[in-house]
């Protein structure tokens, strides 16, 4: 038997695994575009729709003659959920494919794994997730809003008189960065407003928890105290997301006894519930499904199709933020490429200056070449009976991001 | 509101259900106030338009509103002149929160005086009850007064008594507090307690007497429905822990094999499941409610197959070298996930839920017992005792049982050790599935569902004594129970720690767990 060492076996592993991890497609003399989401692992549900997203938009660009007289060909990839390796399937595309953008990541600590590499490699990473905010990169655009534009107009809809006029806040999520820095800086804004410490509760669970028994009763125990009305601000994400709220109605509470904010939830996660018990619980996006207008009709229609003519292994009548955001970034990174009349980072960073894109949510998304973040519009969603959101509320217009919020 | 005094303006309930938030809160209002004096077919009426509204049926148009037969129907009947009208450019509102309580106050009053039957009477007193300070008195007198109903009479009127809190009359007022302590909650505590600024505590020894009572009356029994529901929780907990571990503790015990991919074989219990009910859906449909029964024989072969399967390809060429059965048995797992999500796909399984398995019933103060989980305890405790008969009983049972004290000893007095523990394997195996279909009514079943257990249940089974079902059970309850003790003083994160810190300091005194089996070898 030969001797096997780690060395010899990682060294292994990894050459059976380059050629896998890029697959190219054909074309002559394209401009090349990366995306970094995940087909296996534990966002594969959601990331990998993300991939067929790109592919639409870049496919809608090219049959409109392409950017600057060339076609895009996208590389796709599997980073496999797995958070270092969206570093180094990121890199391999930079150095060797040289693509002009990436367009990935999902969760939080994916993208804090890309960023050093996007950064010494100055390449650009399209990022279409709303996030926890704080943090401003020149080599990341945020296409999505950070909490002083997301969280915080929704929470103010449940504290006002539109709302429930919630005075009390229970705030459950899953342990890391995004959840904790989204309390903290809730904490901060309640703090700033007046409310006592008294009157919020954090609790953490760990990924994948599922036993949220214990929670529920919490939360009835809490929501029976006197001082006002109590909402859950929940931001636990994967599997737990449907978990808790099966317990939640199991357990007889409703969305007029205690309004759940989830801020992760998404249609996909409705999925294998029953939402009868469920209606009215809220999330926030810059995007719905129902969100009205031609515009938003034309891209489901577009997607329908893209799914029965490519045969996508996803729903043809579900789409979420992410996608549309993804779909977007994809058309302003054209734009800004056109107007540079190159494509050079460095230009088509200069060109984000001023550009707008009218895109499916009915807003129009504007950059001001102050920062890499895009003015999106809000949308409150509320749960329906068919595993959907109806829109509750949407802002008048897009609000100016703000990166750093000042409330922690 | 003089809109909706007697008789109900029909046109001006449409306008206003049509109208702003503000408008809609104010109609629904309107018509709880209302609700003691408006004829019966004017509540019907009113009935009709809110549940059209809360089902988004309610179309408006600026001249007006019509109900639709279903959501986005092309036309419907105009809701005062029942003229049939195109719905082309209705809207179809939305209810935001506040508006949707006030809408379900309103159409459970509707219910409580106009439904036929009792149980939707008793339902729209249910919704009452959770808002009973606003519900006025009237209300609830006519509906006593109205009732047939014996049973549903006498809740009626215990909670008229319970809402008169703040009536001016001492006696009625002491009825009351005696009457809201007589169903303890968190929220009737609530209730109570905001009593103690009232004049009428400083002032009157016998409300205060009457009051501090039914409060001591009420925490009380709210101490005890948490004491419940600690228990319940811990229980439930251990069910799900045992049912994971309980083919491990077999697998492990006789062969010595760490089969990784039992979790797989959970995964693949719950896909039979639904494989089970997607038959029942085609070509039973009238049996539906009856697929998770039906679904117990079918996983339990199915995945014993699979298990024996994977025995006879696999292990059965390891059994000298465990850490490369290890190793195997994990390669079967990550085949069997991306099989699994090849064939079927990453979603999580629509599963539709019979009434036996969703909802719970508030049992004692806040305690309320799920359904689910019931579910999930009654099948730990079944195939508890199923295991021990077959293990105690039975031939299979025998050989089994001598295979894992002695394994020579037994061949040589001719038992087939081989077949035995392929047999072994598959009932092992079976029990996972059997744990698959227990917990589709609990956990989102996708392909990945089965990594969280792979871990718990090994603790469980190391804890518990290697090869003792016994054990399995009584560790299962101690890390059930510890982890519902510990995660309300500090957090979920923080319970998994200590729990797993605290079996490995009783490893340490005790490195066979529990209930050692004692072996010869």
């Known amino acids: 038997m030969t001797h096997l060492t780690r060395r010899s076996f990682v060294g292994a592993a990894a050459l059976l695994a380059a050629p896998a991890l890029i697959r190219p497609s054909l074309a002559a003399d394209p401009v090349k575009l990366g995306c970094l989401f995940s087909s296996s692992g534990t966002m594969a549900n959601l990331e990998g729709r993300l991939n067929h997203v ?52 999902w969760t939080s600590v994916s993208r804090k794994s890309v960023l050093p590499v996007v950064e010494q490699n100055d390449g650009l ?33 449940l504290m006002g008189p539109e709302g429930v006029g919630a005075k009390r806040f229970f705030m459950i999520g899953s342990d890391y960065v995004w959840p904790r820095t989204i309390n903290k800086q809730l904490k901060g804004y309640w703090k700033s407003k007046g409310i006592p410490e008294t009157a919020w509760r954090e609790e953490y669970v760990p990924f994948g928890f599922s036993n949220f028994q214990t929670l529920v009763n919490q939360v009835r125990s809490f929501a029976s105290q006197p001082g006002g009305q109590a909402i859950v601000v929940l931001t636990v994400v994967g599997s737990s997301i449907p978990d808790f709220l099966r317990e939640f109605a199991n357990q007889g509470v409703t969305a007029t006894d205690v309004p759940i904010l989830g801020l992760d939830m998404v249609e996909a996660d409705l999925e294998g519930l029953d939402t009868a018990k469920l209606v009215g619980h809220l999330n926030c ?62 230009e088509v960073r200069q060109a984000f200056a001023n550009l707008s894109f009218d895109d499916p949510s009915g807003y129009t998304l504007t950059m001001t070449g102050e920062n890499n973040y895009v003015s999106r519009g809000v949308f409150i969603g509320s749960v329906n009976e068919k595993r959907g959101f109806d829109v509750l509320w949407q802002s008048a217009d897009a609000p100016k991001p703000v990166p750093f919020s000042p409330y922690g | 509101m003089p809109a909706f005094a007697a008789p109900l303006d029909r046109a001006i309930l449409a306008g206003a259900l049509c109208g702003d938030g ?8 309107g018509l709880v106030r209302a609700g003691g004096d408006l004829p019966a077919d004017d509540l019907a009426y009113a009935g009709r338009l809110l549940g059209a509204l809360v089902e988004r049926r309610l179309a ?21 002149t029942d003229a049939r009208r195109p719905a082309a450019e209705a809207r179809a509102p939305v209810l935001g929160l506040r508006q949707r309580a006030a809408v379900e106050t309103a159409r459970g009053v509707v219910a409580l005086l106009t439904e036929g039957t009792p149980a939707a009477r008793a339902a729209g007193l249910a919704v009452l009850e959770r808002r009973i300070t606003i519900v006025p008195a009237a209300v609830l007198d006519r509906a006593r007064d109205a009732e047939s109903d014996a049973a549903l ?27 809201v302590a007589a169903s303890p909650s968190g929220a009737a505590a609530a209730r109570l307690d905001a009593l103690k600024s009232d004049p009428a505590y400083r002032a009157d020894p016998a409300f205060r007497v009457a009051l501090d009572a039914g409060l001591a009356q009420v925490r009380r029994a709210v101490a005890i429905g948490d004491g419940l529901a600690i228990v319940y929780n811990g229980l439930s907990f251990a069910s799900i822990l045992f049912m994971a571990a309980a083919g491990l503790a077999i697998i492990f015990g006789l062969m010595g094999v760490i089969n990784l991919a039992q979790g797989e074989f959970i995964m693949l219990g719950a896909y039979t499941t639904y494989g089970v009910q997607e038959a029942f859906r085609r070509f039973v449909p009238g049996l539906l409610d009856l697929y998770l029964v039906a679904a117990v024989p079918v996983a339990f072969l199915a995945v014993a197959l699979v298990g024996i399967g994977v025995e006879a390809l696999v292990l059965r060429h390891l059994y000298r070298r465990p850490l490369m059965s290890l190793l195997a048995t994990w390669a079967v797992s990550l085949f069997l996930v991306n099989l699994v999500r090849v064939t079927v796909g990453t979603q999580n399984l629509q599963f539709s839920m019979p009434a036996y398995v969703s909802g719970g019933v508030p049992v004692y103060a806040d305690f309320v017992m799920t359904w689910n989980r019931l579910f999930a305890i009654g099948f730990a405790v079944a195939t508890l005792f199923l295991t021990l008969l077959i293990l105690r009983r039975t031939p299979l049972g025998l050989d089994i049982r001598a295979v894992t004290q002695n394994r020579d000893m037994a061949a040589c007095l001719g038992l087939p050790t081989r077949r035995i523990d392929r047999l072994a394997f598959g009932l092992g195996s079976g029990l996972a599935g059997l744990a698959g279909v227990a917990l589709c009514p609990i956990y989102s079943v996708n392909p990945g569902m089965g990594s969280g257990f792979i871990v718990d249940s090994f603790m469980v089974v190391v804890l518990g004594g290697v090869g003792s079902l016994i054990g399995t059970l009584v560790a299962a309850v101690a890390v059930g129970g510890a982890n519902v003790l510990i995660e309300p003083i500090s957090g979920a994160v923080a319970a998994k720690v200590i729990v797993l810190v605290g079996i ?7 490195p066979k767990g529990l209930f050692a089996v004692r072996r010869r070898r």
């Open chain 1, 54 to 105: 790109v592919r639409m938009a870049a496919d809608e660009i090219n049959g409109r003659g392409g950017v600057n007289g060339r076609q895009i060909e996208v590389l796709t990839s599997d980073p496999a959920s797995d958070w270092p390796l969206y570093a180094q399937v990121g890199r391999q595309m930079l150095q060797q494919e040289k693509v002009a953008a990436l367009f990935g990541c």
């Open chain 1, 125 to 157: 990473l399209f990022y279409p997730l709303h996030f926890e905010g704080d943090e401003n990169s020149k080599n990341v655009v945020y296409m999505n809003s950070p909490p002083a534009s997301s969280v915080l107009p929704a929470v103010d809809y």
């Open chain 1, 285 to 346: 996006w810059a995007y719905l499904q129902a969100a009205k207008g031609e515009r938003n009709k034309k891209f489901l229609g577009d997607w329908a199709a893209y799914v029965k003519a490519k045969n996508v292994p996803f729903s043809a009548d579900t789409v979420i933020d992410p996608m549309v955001s993804a779909y977007d970034s994809v058309h302003l990174w054209a734009l800004a490429a056109a107007k540079a009349g190159s494509f050079a980072v460095p």
């Open chain 2, 22 to 29: 503000a408008a809609q809160v104010g109609a629904a209002e």
């Open chain 2, 60 to 80: 408006c148009l600026p001249d007006g509103a019509l109900l639709l037969a279903g959501q986005n129907a092309p036309e419907g009947q105009d809701a005062v």
């Open chain 2, 153 to 179: 009479k006498g809740t009626i009127a215990s909670l008229a008594e319970a809402a008169a809190l703040s009536s001016p009359d001492p006696v009625r007022r002491r009825a009351a507090i005696a009457a």
């Open chain 2, 504 to 510: 490995i300091l009783f490893l340490q005194r005790r």
